[in-house]
């Protein structure tokens, strides 16, 4: 067991002092869009990389040039002393690898979703401000480079009246995620959830919903009606039984709408169609790869950010929490 820390961030807020960053799992999302954006910050040292499965631990420290690698997490805190910790691995994994380090005062960036259960997220909210840790959830969607500037181009005229959350899957035989560990709103189309909810702005006031289990026992089919304190109101439209992947977002304001597809496009209107205008979303990022405009390096880059100017990111843990409780809604408010 690691000795007692001090709260994070040691070195990291010294002026031009790197972050130390420690690595836990070298599986699909380290590999594809995590590490490849760590490794593009100047401002980011990777101290060390752990897993458990020893061919995988090996080709992802070729992979990205790491050169302390170890099968234990607690060993590799204990001997690289990081500022901040990731630990990316599936939900029902996580949370013990979670729990110890929050205890550790370590800052932490973890995958969404946070936990299996509310009631786990909750508890892992808590050991982050019992320990004043900084968190956050890979939420990318918050940060996805077009998402972000359409929303600017809407809130120029005033508030989002409505948002629209689209996301659709073709996987009928799903019996949820990880062989049933966990269901698909929770793992998986909380995605859209949370960027709706992340567009109202405030505190959900009102949920009516219409889950469906289409063609097998479990619920595959998920269309809610989400009213905010912000005046706003989402919608939710998710399924997991449609033609393919598909995910796309509106919003709209005072006579102004957008309308984004970050994998292929996005367009503006704006005075009943007098102004259109364009967004290419692979333009916006800071490279070609589907990691710089899906949000993926977005999101790594606001996290190293504010470990070093030691404030919550967006989707720190407490707020992580309020998407599991709209997850929640959305089941038990079911018509
Ligand atoms: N944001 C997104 O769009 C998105 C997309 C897909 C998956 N995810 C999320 O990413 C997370 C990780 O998924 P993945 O597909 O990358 O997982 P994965 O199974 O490919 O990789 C997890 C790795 O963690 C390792 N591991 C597990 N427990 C460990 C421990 N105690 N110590 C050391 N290593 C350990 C495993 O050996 C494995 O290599 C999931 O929560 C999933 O929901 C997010």
């Not at 709260?7 to 031009?16: L, R, S, V, W």
């Not at 590999?31 to 061919?55: A, R, T, W």
């Not at 992340?198 to 619920?219: C, H, M, Q, T, Y």
Request: hydrophobic share 40%; glycine share 8%.
């Amino acid at each position: 067991m690691a000795k007692s820390r001090k709260a994070a961030t040691g070195a990291a807020g010294k002026k031009g002092a790197k972050v130390k960053v420690a690595l836990i799992g070298a599986g699909g999302m380290a590999n594809s869009v995590h590490y490849p954006s760590l490794v593009e910050f100047k401002d980011v040292k990777i101290v060390g990389l752990c897993d458990v499965m020893q061919d995988k631990l090996q080709a992802t420290a070729e992979k990205f040039g790491i050169d302390k690698t170890f099968t234990d997490y607690q060993k590799m805190i204990e001997e690289t002393a990081p500022d901040a910790v990731y630990a990316l691995m599936p939900p029902h994994h996580v949370y013990d690898v979670a729990a110890w380090a929050l205890k550790q005062k370590l800052n932490l960036f973890v995958e969404k979703p946070l936990a299996l259960t509310t009631y786990q997220a909750k508890t892992l909210a808590h050991h982050a401000e019992q320990n004043g840790c900084i968190t956050m959830v890979g939420f990318q969607r918050r940060h996805v480079p077009a998402i972000v500037e359409a929303r600017k181009m809407v809130e120029k005229r005033g508030p989002i009246h409505t948002a629209v959350g689209i996301f659709y899957k073709d996987a009928p035989e799903a019996l949820g995620y990880y062989g049933g560990a966990i269901d698909i709103l929770t793992s998986d189309a909380i995605h859209a959830a949370d960027l709706v909810r992340w567009l109202g702005n405030s505190e959900v006031k009102s949920v009516a919903s219409d889950v469906r289990s289409i063609g097998r026992d479990f619920p595959n089919c998920f269309h809610a009606l989400i009213t905010f304190e912000s005046g706003m109101t989402g919608v939710l439209l998710a399924n997991w039984c449609s033609g393919r992947r598909f995910y796309k977002c509106e919003m709209h304001g005072s006579s102004i709408a957008a309308f984004i597809d970050p994998d292929e496009s996005g367009v503006v209107y704006a005075d009943n169609g007098a102004t259109e205008e364009q967004i290419d979303p692979k333009a916006l990022g800071p490279g070609d790869q589907p990691y710089h405009y899906l949000g993926f390096w977005q999101e790594n880059r606001h996290f190293i950010d504010c470990v070093k100017a030691k404030k919550q990111p967006t989707s720190c843990f407490s707020d992580a929490v309020k998407s599991m409780e709209l997850v929640d809604r959305i089941y038990s408010s079911t018509m």
